[in-house]
């Protein structure tokens, strides 16, 4: 229902809602806006006015939320034309219709500036769009069409085939000064659907996978995020569903493209993240053939077989001329490829379509201007002249195959050129310095967490315990093994994709077997992520201290360079969510079982809540955490973000909101808090999932109900709750306690976290058959942050995903 509604006012933005307005919200010949005065959209949301940046000597006719207390201003009319201050000017109506802005001395400053019309209202719509319009439904000319530094929900940023016309926003010059300045966020000029930030006219950034890189952001978020491709346009647009989050999307001054929200409680803008990040992030940083990676001294370098172009340049940093080849290709049939892996792909590729490796290796050799090529997904991708912007050792990295001389010796994954001897000496010991800051900053992380969780006053004293302690994590009262990455890499025939399990939150999931243990999940967290270390770390130390039947247990970790790996017992029958959500394997799941699994999660649960010796919040509890053993055992799984609370701590604030969509409490996704509570309504999702067999974010995809909390309530306030059952179970479940799960699920998901029970009611509840349970009221259903990841969601048919190989 949620999801209609955005779909309609998609739909219908550019059309129909003008018979709406009220008087407020329209501008007409005979009316018009000056000094104070301010035009606000029908549900109060923009303000239309005047406004002076900053310290800045001039105004403008600008839009800005009209809600939030801090003026942000979305969208300026005369940019390039300021108002000086002091000098009051007019916005109207012209007399060719257009919607016009006058200076005292009745000298044009701006104008909407189409063929002229008569009779037409200017209206500021809810949305922040500011539109010119003939009659009901013809719109003339709409800010959003001319944006300025501000992506609003609702815009489109894109291309239209038919004009020809490209709608990109544009950075002010500088915070207080809004003339266009040098960044622009856009498509590609050829209007393929791909997105980079533009510095005036050349590519700053490029969106590796534009959908995947602001849609992932995104993720946990009550937003969507769409390309749309149809016969006329193709744009970028996203939305939200409406009323909770404000998000402000946006090119600043430097050239970020930034995405910060809005947060009632602190009264500001809360950043959540930009682009580009780092220095690789930075469009063909390294120049033709080079590829850039890591932080260390070598940013760049040349591919195998290449060399600097300007050696005394790149020696000095300036690496944008990139390299050249040694050896010209001998287009003789003899030329061969070198493999790279974790390649974040160059630029410009063109898709040859299905076909073998070996075809596509041919297709490559075959002509002679030909670089490199990819196989992804039996899909051959094929690089001509300039390999550009080339990433190494990227996480989500792909296999790059660059083409060589004959002559080049074979080598795998190619290591990079060096200048000269006393270079590779002098790199070696910047990277020793740069391995001993890393050890540093390592054990300065430990302390620091340390010291804020026991308050110690001494730090020394602290930095000296946290040491080595973290070399005795072995002595401690569990046993836990480091494993040396050889033993690993055998045990999972060196990470071998037969033996991929599964991807996990920060991380692919792996099989592997040691001969002391038998079967083995291997974890190994992937090499980008930022959050990698930190996350690691409190899983390995949380899980290394918790001990409960029903949480999965560590056996052991290796650290070695760049690899992080957990190793954990093998779970013989995966997570309850493939069971669960199965039709043929659901049946498997009986009503015992089922209520087995139910009592299990809860025990852990409160083991992790209330008497583990940390107070646990887990922050990601849901079916596919849930792992089960060969007699259908629950096991809580992956502790990546999970937070130890002093025992006597009820509730914190974070300001990155991570958990997966549809399991977060309102006030977790919202306001970023977190509890007891906060795992207690992931539970009640959960349980209803596991007692109904459906998952909760299949739901806006059906006409039933918006979501799966909303289904139940109904279900409930109907009397007809067993009708709630999996019908698989239906038959044969135990009714009473059937109920007492529905109901206690129903009170874990109520939208106010003190009406939701602690985890040790409900282990009381579920196990006592004759405890009163207190009857819900209504849960926390209706609103935006019951969407499902809308990226995984088409919205409608024109939609489409774009493929990842581009
Ligand atoms: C405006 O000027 C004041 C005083 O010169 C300064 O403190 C303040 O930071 C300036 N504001 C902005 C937005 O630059
Ligand atoms: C209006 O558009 C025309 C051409 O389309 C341009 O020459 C003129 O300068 C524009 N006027 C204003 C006030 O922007
Ligand atoms: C504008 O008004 C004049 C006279 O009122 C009329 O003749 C003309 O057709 C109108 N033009 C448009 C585009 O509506
Ligand atoms: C834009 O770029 C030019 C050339 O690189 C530079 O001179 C100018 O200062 C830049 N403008 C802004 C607002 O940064
Ligand atoms: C090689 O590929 C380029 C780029 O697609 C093309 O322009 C050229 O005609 C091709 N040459 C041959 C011999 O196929
Ligand atoms: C691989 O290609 C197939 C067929 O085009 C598609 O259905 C599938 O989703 C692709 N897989 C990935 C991981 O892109
Ligand atoms: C990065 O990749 C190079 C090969 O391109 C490899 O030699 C090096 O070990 C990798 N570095 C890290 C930190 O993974």
Redesign the pocket.
Known sequence: MELDSVLVLLLVFSSSCLTLFASEEIIEVGKSITSNQKMVSAGGTFALGFFTPGNSTFSYLGIWYNTIPRQTVVWVANRESPIPQHSTAVFTIGDDGNLVLFDEKDKLIWSSNVSSTNSTIGALLDNGNLVLTHGESNILWQSFEHPTDTFLPEMKIGYNRKTGKRIMINSWTSNEDPRPGNFSFGIDPEGRPRFYIFKQNSIHFRFDDTYEYLGGNLRGTAWYLSIVSQNDEVYLTYGHIKGWITLRVFVDPAGHLQVLSWTQYANKWKFIFQVPQTLCDIYAQCGPFG?C??LTSELC?CLTGFKPKFSTDWDNGKWTDGCVRKVALGCDGKDRFLK???MKLPDHTISFGHMSVHECETQCIRNCSCSAYAYLNSTCLIWFGDLLDLG??YSNGRVLNVRVHGSEPITH????YSAHRQKNFIARIVSAICAILVLISFILFISKRRLRRQGWKNGTKALIRSVSSLYSVEKSDIKLLQYNLQKIREATNDFHGENKLGEGGFGPVFKGFLAEVGDIAIKRLS?RSSQGLEEFMNELKLIAKLQHKNLVSLLGCCVE??EKILIYEYMSNCSLDKFLFDPSLKVSLNWGTRFGIIEGISQGMLYLHKYSRLKVIHRDLKASNILLDNEMIPKISDFGMARIFGTDQTQANTNRVVGTYGYMSPEYVVYGQFSEKSDVFSFGVLLLEILSGQRNSDFLMTEISASLLGWAWNKWKEGRILELIDPSVRETCDSNKATRCILVALLCVQEIPIDRPTMSDIVVMLSNETMLIPEPKEPAFRSSWQAPQLTDVSINEMTVTLPKPR
């Open positions: 590829s990676g890591g370098m790279y892996e974790n190494r050792n994954g190619g290591s990079g090499r360079g760049e």
